[in-house]
């Protein structure tokens, strides 16, 4: 089957910079749009940026700016460059995935999460 391996989240002061990754692994498949989401301690998950096989990309409105994300194709990864942090940036952060396996319809995978703190 598949997985989706998140690796980069730590604890950071504001205004440093954090890098995640995530990596998909598993059977024979194919990879369509990748992103972030992240879940604050008691609020909703949002989608914080996606990407299109083609590099395309969009945004959360509170991190234009100053996150960046991009994908490796040929690593099957994603990754999310995070600048600028802010105390507000402090969630679990999730790396979403919406991969074919052959034979069976698209679906939407999600790795384990990964924390991120932002504080002095």
């Known amino acids: 089957q598949v997985q989706l391996v998140e690796s980069g989240g730590g604890l950071v002061q504001p205004g440093g910079s954090l890098r995640l990754s995530c990596a998909a692994s598993?059977?024979?498949?194919?990879?369509?749009?990748m992103g972030w989401y992240r879940q604050a301690l008691g609020k909703g998950c949002e989608l914080v940026a996606a990407i299109t096989t083609g590099g395309s990309t969009n945004y959360a409105d509170s991190v234009k700016g100053r996150f960046t994300i991009s994908r490796d194709n040929g690593k099957n990864t994603v990754y999310l460059q995070m600048s600028s942090l802010k105390p507000e940036d402090t969630a679990v952060y999730y790396c979403n995935a919406q991969i074919k396996l052959p034979a069976r319809p698209t679906l939407d995978y999600w790795g384990q999460g990964t924390q991120v703190t932002v504080s002095s």
């Open positions: 598993g059977t024979t498949f194919s990879i369509g749009v």
